[in-house]
Structures are given as structure tokens and as C-alpha cells.
């Protein structure tokens, strides 16, 4: 299935775009609210885009009020996004959550200890906090990527998000200064996919668990080179600020694909069928 990288869509603002994908997936929520970083807080590069958003969001009191009502109301699967500072928050707001397809528990932001034991840690509290499934979304900045998806796995995720952003700078070409107030930023975008695909490769390898894969994917064949490294669903991020219908887009394209693999056909036949109306 199509998803979107948590923080590239706003449903609420393009319904009709969300309604192209087969689930959505929200912002980061927070169990306070965040303003985020100071702008400027997205740059463009020239083979992707940094952003320092910052996790801005309203936070989780405000979301489950205001926000997840009329998210429900699209008629669409959701994925909640969920962030914290401490395995605690995490598992708070994981209990506040009810009637949604799945949790994605970001533990990949610059503000969370991304050793092994700390994610275990974290999705150990929150597959005690609820029965929803659980993914964990990894760095690959991690030296090995791979331990911490069998750390996630024996704490009780149900699969495994891959890649999120890695951290990079741009300078202003003109001030040679740092085009993002915070300095650094994440990078996303198309070069950012042989890193992705390399993460889910070694996951795959190192754990039987579900992945979503991302990161620079824009074509049918950015999809089917991640579903051949082992992904079985992969998610639109950067793409859909340029082409917001890349998602129609790329299932016209994998509809007149043809592969040898039957294993990778049953895979591409499962991402022709799109359900939300």
C-alpha cells in the first residue's frame, strides 16, 4: 500500500490528495504543544530538501479533540505519529488512542537517544500502554540499523518505518551562512534512497517484521526497488510537495509493469487496488 512520510501532507488541507494514498499518516504529535523551530525552516538542495520543523504540532491534548475528529471524518485508514522525550510520554500518548489502524512511534528525531536499548525501551512501554499495532521509525544514521529493528521487534513493534530524515546543511550561496536558522536540518528526497534502501535491506535481513520503506521514492521503480530490498509498503514523502499526485501517478506507471519475480508481481498486483473512495 501507498502511504505518505509522516510531516509531507496535510490532510486537512488536501483531503483529495490524502484520499489518493491508502492510509495517512499524521504529523508527530507531542503530549505538549510546539511551535517548532525558528524560519527559515525548509531549504531546498539540489537533490532533495533539509527542513528544521522542529515537531511543531498542537499537541496531543488538542489533537484528540480538535484534529482526529475531522481526520476521521475523510473516511480514510490513519496512522497516528507519535513523539515524546521520554518512554513515558510515548506510552501516554499511546493509551490516549483509540479506533485508528496504527501508531507510528517516531524514534528517530534529533531529541531522542537513538541506542538500541532506548527505541526498545520506548516500544516496550508503549505495547504496554495499548493493543494498537505499533511501528517503529528508524535513523540510519545508526551504526547498525539492524540491531536496533530485532531490539524493537523483541520489545513487541508489529513493524518497522525506514528510513527518516538524516541530517545535513545548506549554505545561502550568496552569505555563505547557514540557509536554515536552526543550521542544521533534515535531509529528504531523492538522495536520500540509496541510504533507505540500504536500511531496509539490512532490516529485512535482520528481522521478519512488516517495513515501510522511504526516502526519495518518486517512480514505479523507486517502488519496486524498495519492495525487492524487502519493503512491503512504502510511503511518499518530499515528491508530494512538487507532485501532489504522485501517487496516482505511480500506480499508472506499476500497472503497466511487468517483472519475471512472481513474489515481487503478488507485490506490485497488491498496490493496484486503491480502496478509499
Not at 485508514?77 to 496504527?102: H, K, M, N, Q, R
Not at 523507486?222 to 511518499?236: K, N, P, Y
Request: aromatic fraction near 4%.
Amino acid at each position: 500500500m501507498l502511504l505518505n512520510a509522516s510531516g509531507c501532507l496535510d490532510a486537512l488541507v488536501a483531503p483529495d490528495v490524502a484520499r489518493t494514498l491508502d492510509v495517512f499518516v499524521t504529523k508527530t504529535i507531542t503530549p505538549l504543544p510546539r511551535e517548532g523551530n525558528a524560519p527559515p525552516r525548509i531549504a531546498e538542495t539540489a537533490h532533495g530538501m533539509l527542513n528544521s520543523i522542529g515537531l511543531a504540532n498542537p499537541g496531543r491534548e488538542r489533537f484528540l479533540r480538535d484534529h482526529l475528529p475531522r481526520l476521521r471524518a475523510l473516511g480514510m485508514p490513519l496512522w497516528i505519529s507519535v513523539g515524546g522525550f521520554s518512554a513515558g510520554e510515548y506510552a501516554e500518548t499511546c493509551a490516549a488512542l483509540e479506533d485508528v489502524e496504527a501508531i507510528e512511534l517516531n524514534l528517530s528525531c534529533p531529541n531522542v537517544d537513538e541506542a538500541a536499548d532506548s527505541a526498545a525501551e520506548i516500544v516496550a512501554a508503549c505495547r504496554a500502554a495499548t493493543s494498537l499495532p505499533l511501528y517503529a521509525k528508524l535513523s540510519a544514521a545508526h551504526p547498525d540499523v539492524g540491531a536496533v529493528a530485532r531490539a524493537v521487534e523483541r520489545a513487541g513493534a508489529d513493524g518497522l518505518s525506514l528510513i527518516n530524515t538524516l541530517r545535513g546543511l545548506a549554505l545561502d550561496p550568496r552569505t555563505l551562512q547557514p540557509a536554515l536558522a536552526h543550521v542544521t536540518g533534515g535531509l529528504s528526497g531523492p538522495s536520500l534512497k540509496p541510504i533507505a534502501l540500504a536500511a531496509v535491506h539490512a532490516c529485512r535481513t535482520a528481522t521478519r517484521l512488516p517495513i515501510v520503506g522511504m526516502g526519495g521514492i518518486a517512480t514505479a521503480q523507486d517502488v519496486i526497488e524498495f519492495l525487492s530490498c524487502g519493503a512491503r509498503d512504502v510511503a511518499l514523502g518530499t515528491v508530494l510537495f512538487s507532485d501532489p499526485d504522485a501517487a496516482t501517478r505511480i500506480r499508472d506507471e506499476l500497472a503497466v509493469v511487468q517483472v519475471d519475480d512472481a513474489a515481487l508481481a503478488a507485490k506490485l498486483a497488491d498496490f493496484g487496488a486503491h480502496a478509499v473512495a
